[in-house]
Antibody
Framework: QLQLQESGPGLVKPSETLSLTCTVS??????????WGWIRQPPGKGLEWIGS???????YYNPSLKSRVTISVDTSKNQFSLKLSSVTAADTAVYYC?????????????????WGQGTMVTVSS | QSVLTQPPSASGTPGQRVTISCSGSSSNIGSNYVYWYQQLPGTAPKLLIYRSNQRPSGVPDRFSGSKSGTSASLAISGLRSEDEADYYCAAWDDSLSGYVFGTGTKVTVL
């Protein structure tokens, strides 16, 4: 059974870079059928897609965060990572990694079907 | 600010039918599939409906999705206490070139 687990610092200082890693177990990150994404949720608020990556390294970012986001993949470790630079208090959130399908058939389909448990990241000095 | 609008709350008594709306535009719901996610308190979201009206394996048939034009709906029939959660719609947006989530609806079982 495929599982995803986020890891990384729970506290980041303002203006620094937030770094998280998602470890995939029970399956290969190199599956040709899926992409791997990051989603965040500020306390008491809704969900926001941050970006996604394919095992080949192709990336797709939320335009509103694109200038600060880098997502990378390490197929040898079955992991993918998120870096968010110049963080502020507004970046405080639970960060989820998730697997998703992505394709086009009479419309774009993107389904996040397996999620990690999430990790809380607080931006504070 | 999300481009997909949902009512902030909905409620019903056990056994009732509850419907949640999701209003979008021609660049998202109007041209792409809609997805619904259920988020129980303190847990990660769970895929509830995909491709607008399909249920993943294991999701009860009490949950159903539909789409018409630039709006979509999630219906929960035979409401149960364990359905108390936040529900989010989502879709790809062609104009934004991004995946967008709805504002979320909290369902309360009275």
């Amino acid at each position: 059974q495929l599982q995803l687990q986020e890891s990384g610092p729970g506290l980041v200082k303002p203006s620094e870079t937030l770094s998280l890693t998602c470890t995939v177990s029970g399956g290969s990150i190199s599956s040709s059928s899926y992409y791997w994404g990051w989603i965040r949720q500020p306390p008491g608020k809704g969900l926001e897609w941050i970006g996604s990556i394919y095992y080949s390294g192709s990336t797709y970012y939320n335009p509103s965060l694109k200038s600060r986001v880098t997502i990378s993949v390490d197929t040898s470790k079955n992991q993918f990572s998120l870096k968010l630079s110049s963080v502020t208090a507004a970046d405080t959130a639970v960060y989820y990694c998730a697997r998703h399908s992505w394709g086009y058939s009479s419309g774009w389909y993107v389904a996040f079907d397996i999620w990690g448990q999430g990790t809380m990241v607080t931006v504070s000095s | 600010q999300s481009v997909l609008t949902q009512p902030p709350s909905a409620s019903g008594t056990p056994g009732q039918r509850v419907t949640i709306s999701c209003s979008g535009s021609s660049s998202n719901i109007g041209s792409n599939y809609v997805y619904w996610y259920q988020q129980l308190p303190g847990t990660a979201p769970k895929l509830l409906i995909y491709r607008s009206n399909q249920r993943p394996s294991g999701v009860p048939d009490r949950f159903s999705g539909s789409k018409s034009g630039t709006s979509a709906s999630l219906a929960i029939s035979g409401l149960r206490s364990e359905d108390e959660a936040d529900y989010y719609c989502a879709a790809w947006d062609d104009s934004l070139s991004g995946y967008v989530f709805g504002t979320g609806t909290k369902v309360t079982v009275l």
